[in-house]
């Protein structure tokens, strides 16, 4: 027995750990209450004996409170403080542990009643919210997140607009001087947008024609290396490159493009693009070049699912200059104006060409009615639209 009952009735518990009776009152001559208070006892010399962290859970919290702390602590990136701004009005005064499932599902139904949007972008609210909850678990503020199995909405895949060489003209000038440079090299690269304002002068080396990219929105697209169309290295190449940000508006670092994007395409006259179209255009010229798929994804930055293999190989410097050559090869056919007919019937060629113009217009790669394959895939059997 570790519970004396003392002369008063008043009950103490005594716990021996490593030879060392540690002895404290009850405050109750309750038995059964005391009982609980003796256990209570226990655990805490127990955990103080193998050092095991004791959390003061808070789960009465208000959100608004965590998010204020998670802020603080300086962890949190900039896509999730834009987040917080629009989930902190239904969330603020609900507590954390309060939160679960069910309150998520409401919320998903009051987005919908405030503005016609896509799954994609509440679930990107709510990955914000889960994000935040797992801090507070880190923390100690709850025992475990309520959102950790949260399913979220399937997104619908969407029709991905192509910019045709005829638009990327009209497009290049309508554009303002600064906002035309930064379009040139998202065509002629497929950066992101925050990858080409964050370039250096020293990103760029000049003597292998090449742009390493060193800030990304993904792991995989940091420290991977594009090399420049004739053009690109042209713009680069014509001042001295700057210590600072390459793309500039007089003088200073460029952090948004929105409305200047805007006014070019309106004034252009062609169809509403949005500036990460240009990446979609990027690749599907790529594929319409004949680029294999891993050398594409190189290019881009996206993630290959390393194994054990990828950390020891991946795409050379050369293929990807291949493949850059076949890209300017194809731009520069889709500049080239129809042959003419000769004894009444068009050239083959001039067939080609503007094959590959109206596919590109369309958005969409060709195919081999035979075979249902791509003429990306299949360089050999058209070798007019490859140079």
């Not at 309150?103 to 998903?108: A, D, E, G, S």
């Not at 594409?296 to 390393?306: A, D, I, P, T, V």
């Not at 019937?345 to 369309?362: I, N, P, Q, V, Y």
Request: positive net charge; glycine residues 6%; proline residues 5%.
């Amino acid at each position: 027995m570790s519970l004396w009952r003392r002369p008063s009735g008043i009950y103490e518990t005594h716990i021996m750990i490593d030879g060392v009776r540690y002895r404290k009152s009850t405050g109750t001559s309750n038995k059964r209450l005391a009982e609980k208070v003796d256990r209570k006892h226990e655990e805490d010399l127990l955990a103080r004996r193998f050092q095991v962290e004791e959390h003061a859970f808070d789960p009465g919290m208000k959100f608004a409170e965590l998010a204020t702390r998670f802020i603080v602590s300086g962890v949190a990136k900039p896509w999730i403080k834009e987040r917080l701004d629009i989930i902190l009005p239904y969330f603020a005064g609900i507590e954390i542990g309060h939160i679960n499932k069910g309150v998520v599902q409401r919320y998903r139904a009051h987005r919908h009643s405030q503005k016609k949007l896509t799954e994609t972008t509440i679930n990107r609210d709510l990955e914000c919210l889960r994000r935040v909850l797992y801090w507070g678990v880190d923390e100690g503020y709850l025992p475990s997140n309520p959102l950790a199995r949260l399913n979220l909405e399937k997104a619908r895949r969407k029709k991905r607009p192509v910019m045709s060489v005829t638009e990327e003209q009209l497009l290049l000038n309508a554009s303002a001087p600064h906002l035309r440079r930064i379009t040139l090299c998202a065509l002629d690269t497929g950066m992101r947008r925050g990858e080409i304002l964050n370039q250096q002068g020293s990103d760029i080396d000049l003597a292998r024609r090449v742009i390493a990219v060193t800030k990304s929105k993904t792991p995989g697209g940091e420290s991977r290396e594009i090399p420049m169309t004739q053009r690109l290295y042209e713009l680069v190449s014509a001042e001295p490159l700057p210590e600072g940000p390459i793309f500039t508006h007089k003088g200073k670092q460029i952090h948004r493009i929105k409305t200047a994007w805007k006014t070019a395409v309106r004034k252009a006259g062609i169809r509403p693009f949005r500036f990460k179209d240009l990446r979609s255009t990027f690749n599907s010229r790529l594929i319409e070049a004949g680029v294999i798929k891993d050398v594409r994804k190189e290019l881009m930055g996206h993630s290959r699912n390393e194994d054990t293999n990828d950390l020891y190989s991946h795409i050379e410097l050369p293929l990807l200059r291949e493949a850059i050559t076949k890209l300017e090869a194809w731009h520069s056919q889709q500049l080239k104006p129809p042959d003419k007919e000769v004894n009444g019937k068009a050239d083959g060629r001039a067939t080609d060409r503007s094959d590959a113009g109206t596919h590109a217009e369309r958005g969409s790669v060709a195919c081999d009615p035979g075979t249902g394959s791509s003429h990306g895939d299949t360089a050999e059997k058209f070798p007019a639209r490859i140079q």
